[in-house]
């Protein structure tokens, strides 16, 4: 990296940094001066040296095209001695043609010797490649013999089907016919290098890293007959002349270029891309199994870099080779897996493989650009997102199918309600949601990422409330077919609300317990979105459960409404609530089937439901005959008392019917005890003027001016004292009081 330069000012600056250095100037020009000096002298040397230099070069380059000129001249001479030698020698052209006479004679018989010989090399020639064929991963001591005389024959052939060229076609047919056996023999040797060099690794492995250099030394010879042929081929091509007839060398081109080179590291990759296949193969339907054990492929790079690479020489770049083909089939692979449409696991399972395989070809040493394409090309950060838009459409599908059959049975109750190990109403459906849930969870807790868990998890809850909202309509639209037309509904639509109210229950326990696994899992910047989602699942699941209690009670009210209608009626003196009871008690008859925290909350519901249910009746009632009326008031409590009694202790039920002992108290209390009365109640429940002036109004003891005069002072004391509502509201909150024209309208 160049240094950065400085500027004269900034030079000067470092030397005067204070006044006091002003003194120095004198001394520092002289220190400048001789620094300059010196430098003048050495770039005066460098000049000199360099123009010596470079005229002495171009004193060579004279003298070399000098040279070179008279080399072309006595070239010239040459060849028009050698062009027209009858100038020279007058008995040429006869020394020409006895010369001509004699080489023939020389190569026939050459020839006939070698086709006498070559059947006789060919069967010791084949006995030994049948031999090393049998044992691909072996010493191969005979591979180079093989090769040499091989190539001898080869060549022997090329030559004499170049020869015959002008021979009969009768006679090139024989002389192919006699050289089929040896070409049988070249293709069988080329299939046994190739297999070599499919084994190269093994080869190592097992020993034998001379048989790869003896391979390498083979494609190295091979490759250099090739270039002589092309070279041969290009200069009869481009010759003016027949300068090839005057070369023996030149005539023996009819040599089939073998390359050898190219076909040993196709022979390599292919070794590779086998491998890769046979993996791929063995785990074809469990992509999580072949990526767990593709750590060979590490364990070969390394054995390829230490062992395999110094049996070739450097030109072949084996190393990089190696990494580069490895890399290709390994993305051609991992782009098969996609292409199958995986699991979401296994997109995680890829995800955190390649995560790995970047860092341990990292630690490899591997260079970057060796790495080309990126796998999946550069894009498996979309794997993340392949895999969330995959749990969506799984976890979609699985709902949807799963809510189709579990609306359909909700609707239909064809069969009564399954019960649990635990005894309780329940269905299915819960069971399969959570195995649905834990297995995507599970998938991308394993993953590592709290990235990945936090957005699985959001998907879940989405999941969860699109069904609580489906549970919540399907229950308001079975309700109002049971209200509206009771006649043309199918029965046990309580029994299956209950059972939905236990499923919601569950879910929110499994919700719960899903959430205390998963926040020591990831840190905190994850667990609170994690915590809010299933917090909100939970508090859905506790909301459709809330729902189908009040569907229950509902049902059961409905149930009630005739006798309910009776209340404070006429026909109420003669008693009705034994009926009300009665009808309860069927309902709640199946308790036992009811989760039991669920169970306290119904009763409570119902309990709530019945005071303001009762309450409201007797706020809206005509006239009270008094005392008859409180009496009955108090053998109506006492009969629900009773019945509630059974699934609540007494002492918890009393606070409930208080606010029935203080409006008793004020039916009862004379015009001038009806104030102590009516405080004792406003001091609990508020001062509640519009239903107090309406209990008052029917108490048939009462005249209109005693009423006006009760709360006249009723209403004094309100103000006086300012009293308001509690801070939390009471039951007196839900109870409605219609007006004297609604009252009238209605009797």
Same mark, same amino acid.
């Given at each position: 990296?160049? *240094?950065?330069?400085?500027?004269?000012?900034?030079?000067?600056?470092?030397?005067?940094?204070?006044?006091?250095?002003?003194?120095?100037?004198?001394? @520092?020009?002289?220190?400048?001066?001789?620094?300059? /000096? #010196?430098?003048?002298?050495?770039?005066?040397?460098?000049?000199?040296?360099?123009?010596?230099? $470079?005229?002495?070069?171009?004193?060579?380059?004279?003298?070399?095209?000098?040279?070179?000129?008279?080399?072309?001249?006595?070239?010239?001479?040459?060849?028009?001695?050698?062009?027209?030698?009858?100038?020279?020698?007058?008995?040429?052209?006869?020394?020409?043609?006895?010369?001509?006479?004699?080489?023939?004679?020389?190569?026939?018989?050459?020839?006939?010797?070698?086709?006498?010989?070559?059947?006789?090399?060919?069967?010791?020639?084949?006995?030994?490649?049948?031999?090393?064929?049998?044992?691909?991963?072996?010493?191969?001591?005979?591979?180079?013999?093989?090769?040499?005389?091989?190539?001898?024959?080869?060549? @022997?052939?090329?030559?004499?089907?170049?020869?015959?060229?002008?021979?009969?076609?009768?006679?090139?047919?024989?002389?192919?016919?006699?050289?089929?056996?040896?070409?049988?023999?070249?293709?069988?040797?080329?299939?046994?290098?190739?297999?070599?060099?499919?084994?190269?690794?093994?080869?190592?492995?097992?020993?034998?890293?001379?048989?790869?250099?003896?391979?390498?030394?083979?494609?190295?010879?091979?490759?250099?007959?090739?270039?002589?042929?092309?070279?041969?081929?290009?200069?009869?091509?481009?010759?003016?002349?027949?300068?090839? #007839?005057?070369?023996?060398?030149?005539?023996?081109? /009819?040599?089939?270029?073998?390359?050898?080179?190219?076909?040993?590291?196709?022979?390599?990759?292919?070794?590779?891309?086998?491998? @890769?296949?046979? *993996?791929?193969?063995?785990?074809?339907?469990?992509?999580?199994?072949?990526?767990?054990?593709?750590?060979?492929?590490?364990?070969?790079?390394?054995?390829?870099?230490?062992?395999?690479?110094?049996?070739?020489?450097?030109?072949?770049?084996?190393?990089?080779?190696?990494?580069?083909?490895?890399?290709?089939?390994?993305? #051609?692979?991992?782009?098969?897996?996609?292409?199958?449409?995986?699991?979401?696991?296994?997109?995680?399972?890829?995800?955190?493989?390649?995560?790995?395989?970047?860092?341990?070809?990292?630690?490899?040493?591997?260079?970057?650009?060796?790495?080309?394409?990126?796998?999946?090309?550069?894009?498996?950060?979309?794997?993340?997102?392949?895999?969330?838009?995959?749990?969506?459409?799984?976890?979609?599908?699985?709902?949807?199918?799963?809510?189709?059959?579990?609306?359909?049975? +909700?609707?239909?109750?064809?069969?009564?309600?399954?019960?649990?190990?635990?005894?309780?109403?329940?269905?299915?459906?819960?069971?399969?949601? +959570?195995?649905?849930?834990?297995?995507?969870?599970?998938?991308?807790?394993?993953?590592?990422?709290?990235?990945?868990?936090?957005?699985?998890?959001?998907?879940?809850?989405?999941?969860?409330?699109?069904?609580?909202?489906?549970?919540?309509?399907?229950?308001?639209?079975?309700?109002?077919?049971?209200?509206?037309?009771?006649?043309?509904?199918?029965?046990?639509?309580?029994?299956?609300?209950?059972?939905?109210?236990?499923?919601?229950?569950?879910?929110?326990?499994?919700?719960?317990?899903?959430?205390?696994?998963?926040?020591?899992?990831?840190?905190?910047?994850?667990?609170?979105?994690?915590?809010?989602?299933?917090?909100?699942?939970?508090?859905?699941?506790?909301?459709?459960?809330?729902?189908?209690?009040?569907?229950?009670?509902?049902?059961?009210?409905?149930?009630?409404?005739?006798?309910?209608?009776?209340?404070?009626?006429?026909?109420?003196?003669?008693?009705?609530?034994?009926?009300?009871?009665?009808?309860?008690?069927?309902?709640?008859?199946?308790?036992?089937?009811?989760?039991?925290?669920?169970?306290?909350?119904?009763?409570?519901?119902?309990?709530?439901?019945?005071?303001?249910?009762?309450? $409201?009746?007797? /706020?809206?009632?005509?006239?009270?005959?008094?005392?008859?009326?409180?009496?009955?008031?108090?053998?109506?409590? #006492?009969?629900?008392?009773?019945?509630?009694?059974?699934?609540?202790?007494?002492?918890?039920?009393?606070?409930?019917?208080?606010?029935?002992?203080?409006?008793? *108290?004020?039916?009862?209390?004379?015009?001038?005890?009806? +104030?102590?009365?009516?405080?004792?109640?406003?001091?609990?429940?508020?001062?509640?003027?519009?239903?107090?002036?309406?209990?008052?109004?029917?108490?048939?003891?009462?005249?209109?001016?005693?009423?006006?005069?009760?709360?006249?002072?009723?209403?004094?004391?309100?103000?006086?004292?300012?009293?308001?509502?509690?801070?939390?509201?009471?039951?007196?909150?839900?109870?409605?009081?219609?007006?004297?024209?609604?009252?009238?309208?209605?009797?």
């Amino acid at each position: 990296m160049a *240094a950065p330069q400085v500027s004269a000012a900034q030079a000067i600056g470092e030397y005067l940094q204070s006044p006091d250095d002003l003194l120095k100037i004198s001394a @520092f020009r002289k220190k400048l001066e001789k620094e300059k /000096a #010196s430098i003048d002298a050495r770039l005066k040397s460098g000049v000199k040296e360099q123009l010596d230099a $470079t005229r002495e070069g171009l004193t060579k380059l004279l003298g070399t095209r000098n040279n070179v000129q008279v080399i072309k001249e006595e070239m010239q001479i040459v060849d028009r001695m050698c062009s027209d030698p009858q100038n020279v020698v007058s008995t040429f052209d006869q020394i020409s043609r006895v010369s001509m006479v004699h080489r023939n004679f020389e190569q026939t018989e050459e020839m006939v010797n070698n086709l006498l010989e070559m059947n006789s090399k060919l069967d010791v020639l084949e006995e030994l490649l049948e031999v090393e064929s049998r044992t691909i991963i072996g010493p191969a001591p005979n591979l180079l013999p093989i090769h040499f005389h091989i190539n001898r024959l080869e060549a @022997f052939r090329n030559q004499t089907m170049h020869q015959a060229k002008k021979a009969s076609a009768n006679s090139r047919q024989k002389l192919a016919r006699m050289f089929e056996r040896l070409n049988k023999l070249i293709e069988n040797f080329e299939t046994y290098i190739m297999e070599l060099a499919c084994n190269v690794l093994p080869l190592v492995r097992a020993g034998y890293p001379q048989v790869v250099v003896k391979l390498i030394k083979i494609a190295e010879l091979e490759a250099r007959e090739d270039e002589k042929a092309i070279a041969i081929r290009l200069v009869k091509k481009a010759a003016k002349m027949d300068a090839a #007839s005057k070369f023996k060398s030149m005539q023996a081109n /009819a040599r089939i270029i073998k390359h050898y080179r190219s076909k040993v590291t196709k022979a390599i990759s292919d070794s590779i891309k086998a491998n @890769f296949e046979d *993996a791929y193969t063995r785990h074809q339907h469990d992509p999580g199994a072949f990526l767990g054990g593709l750590s060979w492929i590490y364990q070969d790079l390394i054995r390829i870099e230490s062992d395999v690479v110094p049996c070739f020489p450097p030109n072949y770049e084996m190393h990089a080779f190696y990494i580069k083909e490895y890399h290709r089939t390994l993305n #051609s692979t991992l782009q098969r897996i996609m292409e199958s449409e995986p699991d979401a696991s296994i997109m995680l399972d890829l995800h955190a493989w390649i995560k790995e395989y970047k860092k341990s070809m990292t630690e490899l040493n591997v260079a970057p650009e060796l790495l080309d394409p990126p796998l999946l090309g550069g894009e498996e950060q979309n794997l993340i997102e392949d895999y969330l838009k995959l749990i969506v459409k799984k976890l979609d599908e699985w709902s949807t199918n799963l809510m189709k059959t579990e609306i359909q049975e +909700f609707i239909t109750r064809s069969d009564p309600p399954e019960v649990d190990s635990d005894g309780l109403y329940g269905t299915q459906g819960a069971v399969i949601l +959570f195995q649905m849930v834990n297995q995507q969870i599970d998938a991308a807790t394993e993953s590592g990422q709290g990235a990945i868990l936090a957005r699985v998890v959001g998907e879940v809850n989405r999941v969860m409330r699109n069904i609580q909202d489906q549970w919540t309509k399907v229950v308001e639209a079975e309700l109002k077919k049971q209200t509206e037309k009771p006649e043309e509904v199918v029965g046990g639509l309580a029994e299956y609300c209950i059972a939905l109210a236990n499923d919601q229950i569950k879910s929110a326990d499994n919700t719960e317990a899903l959430l205390g696994r998963l926040e020591p899992l990831v840190s905190e910047k994850y667990r609170t979105p994690i915590s809010e989602k299933l917090n909100d699942a939970i508090d859905g699941n506790l909301d459709v459960a809330k729902k189908c209690i009040q569907t229950f009670i509902d049902i059961i009210l409905n149930d009630l409404k005739p006798a309910t209608k009776q209340l404070f009626q006429p026909t109420w003196y003669d008693g009705i609530m034994e009926q009300i009871v009665l009808t309860m008690r069927d309902y709640m008859a199946d308790h036992s089937y009811i989760n039991p925290s669920l169970l306290e909350l119904l009763v409570e519901y119902l309990l709530d439901a019945f005071l303001v249910t009762y309450l $409201t009746a007797l /706020a809206n009632c005509p006239k009270l005959r008094i005392p008859a009326a409180t009496e009955r008031i108090k053998e109506d409590i #006492s009969t629900v008392f009773s019945f509630f009694s059974g699934f609540k202790p007494s002492k918890e039920l009393e606070p409930y019917f208080e606010v029935v002992d203080l409006i008793l *108290a004020m039916l009862e209390a004379s015009k001038s005890m009806a +104030f102590l009365s009516f405080w004792a109640f406003a001091k609990v429940h508020g001062p509640c003027i519009p239903f107090v002036e309406g209990l008052m109004k029917v108490r048939g003891d009462l005249d209109r001016s005693a009423v006006s005069e009760v709360m006249d002072s009723i209403k004094r004391k309100v103000k006086d004292e300012g009293l308001t509502d509690p801070p939390e509201p009471t039951i007196m909150k839900k109870i409605t009081v219609q007006s004297t024209l609604s009252r009238f309208l209605r009797t």
